[in-house]
């Protein structure tokens, strides 16, 4: 059984905790009504710097709608599982909506990536959540060493 859903689902969280905590909220009010072109080259660039593949943006529809997408070409992906989960999280964590995520292997090592709105298969909602840790009463210490 494939856990290909699981992996992207985990990166879609990770992504989007760190684009969430990265961008000022005055750039993602910004980007919601201007439109995402200008940030998905940004991401591009970087995600092609940080040496996840040759990423180029093929096309990008910005609406208020069901329609919106992001179509993104990527050549020799470090994964093809982890670039879908970056994309959800990031395209998640600007418009704050649900993202689904497919890919279209074109040839060999060059994939087209696309992000869309829909929501997420309901039997991956709940998995993967953070647990709060449990603190426990009690109150102990340690002695520092010197160089502390």
Same mark, same amino acid.
């Given at each position: 059984m494939s856990i290909e859903r699981v992996i992207v689902e985990a990166k879609r969280r990770?992504?989007?905790?760190?684009?969430?905590?990265t961008l000022p @909220? $005055?750039?993602?009010?910004? *980007?919601? =009504?201007?439109?995402?072109?200008?940030?998905?080259? #940004?991401?591009?660039?970087?995600?092609?710097?940080?040496?996840?593949?040759?990423?180029?943006?093929?096309?990008?529809?910005?609406t208020h709608s069901k329609e919106s997408f992001v179509k993104i070409s990527i050549k020799e992906p470090?994964?093809?599982p982890l670039f879908c989960g970056d994309l959800a999280g990031a395209f998640n @964590? $600007?418009?704050?909506?649900? *993202?689904? =995520?497919?890919?279209?292997?074109?040839?060999?090592? #060059?994939?087209v990536v696309t992000g869309h709105i829909s929501a997420h298969p309901t039997e991956?909602?709940?998995r993967l959540q953070t647990r709060p840790c449990q603190h426990?009463?009690?109150?102990?210490?340690?002695?520092?060493?010197?160089?502390c």
């Open positions: 990770a992504t989007f905790d760190f684009v969430d905590h @909220a $005055i750039v993602k009010a910004i *980007v919601r =009504v201007v439109g995402m072109r200008p940030v998905v080259r #940004d991401i591009t660039a970087l995600g092609s710097v940080m040496g996840y593949g040759a990423i180029k943006l093929v096309s990008i529809q910005h470090y994964s093809v @964590a $600007i418009r704050r909506r649900q *993202v689904a =995520v497919d890919y279209e292997e074109l040839a060999p090592d #060059d994939y991956l909602q709940e426990k009463p009690g109150d102990i210490s340690f002695d520092r060493c010197p160089k």
